[in-house]
């Protein structure tokens, strides 16, 4: 489906502070995502994060929706130690993470699984010699849309303006083979300030919404 290399950002940034490392050690298994358990767990709403970071608002959403089953993926180690830490303190037992790129495990879930699905400021890569390195591109909107249930939405938020321009772009176009989702720009759903909400709002940087509502399946 996606082809070799799609991950070019860092799987670790300075080493984990010695409680993450504890934590990380001790109850990884508790949250390490097992495919073949979550794909048969009935009658939950699903939701995905791609791309978590330091997991504030993964952290945050399954607080607050806690009937709520919440998937977070990241290669990023340093987030995966400091979600477990927090969802381990908070005694929070909806939380599954995936270490590894989202193109190398999407195939594992099933079609129609997920209710809700946040991107929020995923790498800009901001050369235009380097917009091929983005996560959201045609085959991967093709692919995500698959995965997500009829009436569920994505949720895309970034403060870089071609990304966003260019997601809308590859949406239209979408739309023209496909008339099965619609897209709509408003900030709809409460999202926790992460990191790079809060880099980009110091420097007083526009921020950008989309939501792309799914309608019916994709053939
Ligand atoms: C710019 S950071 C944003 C982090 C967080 N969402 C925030 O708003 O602070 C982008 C994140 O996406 C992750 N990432 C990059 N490529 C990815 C991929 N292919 N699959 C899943 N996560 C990815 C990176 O490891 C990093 O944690």
Redesign the pocket.
Known sequence: MFNKK??????KSRGLSKSKKFYYDNYKNNYLLDFEKINLIKNKNFIL??????G??LIFQSEKYNEDIFIG????IN?IANVIYEAKLKNLNNIYLVN?????ILDKFKNNFFSKI???????WMKKKHNKRR?INNLFLKEILKKMKIQSSLIF?TDDKNYFENVINLIIELKVEKSSFHYSLDNRYEIKD??????ASNLKKEIYFLNLDKLKNVT
């Open positions: 799609f991950f070019y950002g860092r799987l994060e791609i791309g978590f970071g330091l504030e608002n993926v990241d290669p990023f987030g590894s790129p989202i193109q190398s946040f991107i929020l400021f995923p790498d800009p996560l938020v992460t990191k790079y909400f809060n880099k």
